[in-house]
């Protein structure tokens, strides 16, 4: 098999990387040679890049908490009538309660309370993330809060996880510590940094946050703050102004709930805000221009007053940028929006599909295309 004939290595690569995943993970075995170039950096990278252009590669992931077992489920849905998924099981001791990061190069970090680790589903590979060197000050002399990000580092080609711990103690002087996580060297280290106002006002008032081209952003109700991976710093980022109408006589109202989340459109990091008011909603969609601190915001689409009794939240968008809603009752519904026709789409009953059951309010949607990248070889 290793003799191609008239076949020039180069037109083998090239065909390779035009394979989907589960054609490529078979070819593996075809020989020696072929093993050779599919886990070869440059082609592992190569191949994730032309997927990632084509928007036929792209995979909604959906994490559920499943009522009857007390776990974290995912599902991976391939095609866009969001029918028949992938049940994605994690074979890891900790699979309660877990918040989700990424992706990054088709990579995502699982976290909870206590342990971290770094998650491929497309090669089902898992590494657990040791435990910092920082041990937490003891419940009684102080409150503790962690925030994470996950990220790639384009200067080092190396991923990292960093950790920002706040310690709610008497002593103020020194109430918070940033460390950083590099997959290569497999450790921790911490940095000295000044850590934006802004996050600890907010200091996990809101579990909105994303990766997007080397730096990773966290939602601070007025602003982002975000994180460079590359020279380890924070900075701030100002939102768009929002006119969300009935805001300013009813503000004041319990009827009135407003939240917003991430997502990506057209390979920028969008934020959806989203507003509800009685039994109707409004959302609209603006995507980020520009990378880091200097960026411009876009206003894409709005959706318009929408009405009903069973109100859903956003949780990012699919293919062609419809927005997804989840609806948030005892049964859990995805339902697109396409904002070219101005009208939501039949509500695709994720919980029929997976035989679960579940609720909308901890369902967590991105967007994914499916990597060879290996989590122990960086």
């Not at 962690?146 to 960093?162: A, M, N, P, Q, S």
């Not at 103020?172 to 850590?195: G, M, P, Q």
């Not at 609209?284 to 009903?308: I, Y």
């Not at 859903?312 to 609806?327: A, C, M």
Request: net charge neutral.
């Amino acid at each position: 098999m290793d003799n191609y004939g008239h076949i020039s290595q180069d037109m083998i690569i090239e065909i390779l990387s035009r394979l989907p995943m589960k054609s490529l993970l078979r070819c593996k075995c075809v020989c020696n040679s072929w093993r050779s170039i599919i886990t070869s950096r440059s082609f592992i990278y190569e191949h994730f890049n032309m997927a990632l252009a084509d928007i036929k590669n792209a995979n909604l992931l959906i994490s559920l908490y499943d009522l009857d077992t007390q776990e974290d489920v995912f599902y991976l849905f391939t095609n866009d009538e969001l029918k028949a998924p992938t049940n994605l099981r994690i074979r890891t001791s900790r699979h309660r309660y877990l918040n989700i990061m990424g992706p990054c190069h088709g990579l995502f970090c699982l976290y909870d309370s206590e342990k971290l680790c770094l998650w491929n589903p497309a090669t089902r590979e898992i590494k657990d993330i040791p435990e910092s060197p920082i041990p937490l000050p003891s419940k009684l002399d102080c409150r503790c809060e962690v925030l994470f990000g996950f990220g790639f580092d384009w200067k080092t080609i190396d991923y990292k996880v960093v950790k920002l711990l706040r310690k709610d103690c008497v002593d103020r002087h020194n109430n918070y510590s940033v460390e950083v996580y590099t997959l290569r060297t497999n450790s921790w280290r911490i940095i000295d940094v000044v850590v934006p106002a802004y996050i600890i006002c907010y200091f996990c008032t809101y579990d909105i946050s994303a990766y997007m081209n080397g730096t990773y952003y966290w939602y601070a109700e007025t602003v982002i703050v975000c994180f460079d991976m590359s020279n380890e710093q924070f900075g701030m980022i100002c939102l768009p102004k929002i006119d969300f109408p009935l805001v300013k006589e009813n503000y004041r109202s319990r009827n009135l709930i407003s939240s917003s989340c991430f997502t990506e459109c057209n390979g920028s990091l969008a934020v959806i805000f989203y507003l509800q008011y009685g039994s109707k909603i409004w959302s609209e969609l603006w995507t980020m221009n520009g990378h880091g601190m200097a960026v411009t915001w876009t206003k894409q689409f709005t959706v318009g007053w929408l009405e009903g009794r069973l109100m859903p939240n956003p949780i990012g968008t699919f293919k062609n940028n419809k927005v997804l809603f989840v609806r948030m009752d005892s049964k859990c519904a995805i339902t697109p929006y396409d904002h070219e026709t101005r009208s939501l789409q039949i509500p695709l009953p994720v919980d029929s599909e997976i035989k679960i059951k579940c609720r909308g309010w901890n369902t967590f949607a991105v967007l994914y295309t499916e990597s060879l990248i290996s989590i122990g070889d960086v």
